[in-house]
């Protein structure tokens, strides 16, 4: 029996995001998958506000964790790789795989370069609605207007109060083997970032040529599966 795969999805989005690639990529090669959607994400589409900290999705994924029998795999991509991060503080897993995931060093300069490269953006933070944000510069996310127009209406609403979380730079080191994977044309972290996040841990980093912020929802999603796959 291969091993668990838990599965952490990031800011806006939910459980769906896994579904429609990498879960099917995985249970394909007999790793039994779980995507959790974390609290106020159930619902796609949802506008409705929610206000969470960024630890009631801490303890969310700890709850997923407590249920299993045997230590798991765990994929956290951008929120959902910090999520992974603060987790890893008291918790543990066998392997840690951080997707696109907001740095070690926190979210505050990526914030920054953004609101200097689309100020546009700034009316939507003055009304706390990231999603908003993500929906009308949806190159942020996604690389190919297609997919954009695919997979904006599906993301939700986020927790300002989560984000402001996300500011906050990790300092705790750790024992679990841990892999930085990232995409060379993210729109929102840098390679830089993700090289950064990979020393900080003394994890193994791959950065995927041409892939977007979502890696798991990029034409060539397989590009991140592969990497994923060889190294778990």
């Known amino acids: 029996m ?7 999805h990031g800011m806006c989005h939910g459980s769906w995001c896994w579904e429609e690639q990498f879960i099917p990529y995985f249970e394909q090669l007999g790793y039994q998958c779980i995507a959790f959607n974390l609290p106020g994400h159930e619902m796609q589409g949802s506008t409705r ?8 999705y801490v303890q969310a994924l700890h709850r997923e964790v407590a249920k299993l029998s045997t230590p798991p795999i ?15 503080k008291k918790g543990t897993c066998k392997k840690a795989i951080l997707m696109s995931s907001v740095p070690s060093s926190g ?25 908003g944000a993500f929906t009308n510069y949806p190159q942020l996310i996604l690389n190919d207007p297609a997919l954009s127009f695919r997979y904006a209406p599906r993301m ?32 929102l972290i840098t390679v830089r970032e993700f090289a950064s996040t990979a020393k900080h841990y003394r994890a193994r ?19 991140s599966a592969k990497v994923i796959q060889e190294w778990i």
Do not use: W
Request: aromatic share 8%.
């Open 49 to 56: 506000r929610i206000s969470y900290s960024l630890n009631d």
């Open 156 to 187: 939700c609403a986020e927790s300002f109060v989560a984000y402001l979380g996300l500011m906050l730079p990790v300092s705790h080191q750790t024992f679990v083997p841990i892999l930085v994977v990232g995409g060379s044309e993210d729109g």
């Open 205 to 223: 980093l791959e950065i995927i040529e041409g892939g977007s912020h979502d890696l798991m929802l990029d034409h060539d999603f397989e590009k």
């Open 74 to 88: 765990i994929i956290g991509h951008s929120m959902g790789g910090m999520i992974v991060q603060h987790f890893l």
């Open 2 to 8: 291969k091993d668990t795969l838990v599965f952490v």
């Open 107 to 131: 979210v505050l300069k990526a914030s920054l370069r953004v609101l200097t490269k689309y100020p546009g953006v700034i009316p939507y933070l003055l009304r706390r609605d990231l999603n």
